[in-house]
């Protein structure tokens, strides 16, 4: 992301040193993107609705942009059970463990790969010792869907969520991290022009949908179109193996740059 904020602010520097016409650009910097941009996503989303649009610097996939996102949901199964000495007394509790082995044999049947959407359980935690009946359980789950319809299919699964154990207490928490950054019309009109800016600059330009957000995402939902991907090109993304092309880094700021200058002529 950093070598994306550097191709940003030479792409303006560029276009100003060669007294070039670039539309008026407001640029914002966040340092929390990664946690969810809570601090920041409201003046994000003000910003994009007075906005023509957004360009988004960060890296390539690939050197491709990115012109569909998914949206992501972070929500939390916790059970409440009835604790008792599994030994003793096996009827006596209510196994919150047990529960939650239920709930996420439900959530699981509600992926679907083929309309983009994932569904992981990645954390579980519940009880305390291997003879008490566990009175607590917690799931922690990952959803990307790439559509709002899927968004709201899913949405609407986990606010239906009901004990099979009645004696158990079942309740989901969390929200949705990132809407969906869907390829629009406006978004597949913006990429268009990025590509014939490549082409003028010899290059060819592809694009791609991802599985990861940004904070583009907040930008499309609010109808404004979005650039993506315009940042650095290179690999190994949150890798240690992580680098960054410098030659990659002149090409991508001598387009941005272009696609500038061209949206100051419509």
Known sequence: MKAGLVQAVWALRALDALDLPRPPCTVMLNGDEETGSLASRDAIVEEARDSRL???FEAA???AIKTARKGVGLFTVTVTGVEAHAGLD???GSSAVDELAHQILRLTDLRAP???TSLNVGVVQGGTRSNVTAGHAVG???IRVATAAEQKRLGDALAALRPVDPRTLVEVTGG???PVFERTEGVAALADLARRCAALLGHDLPEASVGGASDGNF???QGTPVLDGIGAVGSGAHARSENTSVQGM???AALAATVLAALARE
């Open 219 to 221: 930008v499309v939902a």
């Open 114 to 116: 083929d309309a983009g």
């Open 61 to 63: 996939a690939d050197g």
């Open 250 to 252: 002149v090409t991508r």
């Open 140 to 142: 922690r789950i990952d």
């Open 90 to 92: 096996p009827t006596a």
């Open 176 to 178: 949705w991290n990132r």
């Open 54 to 56: 957004a360009m988004v």
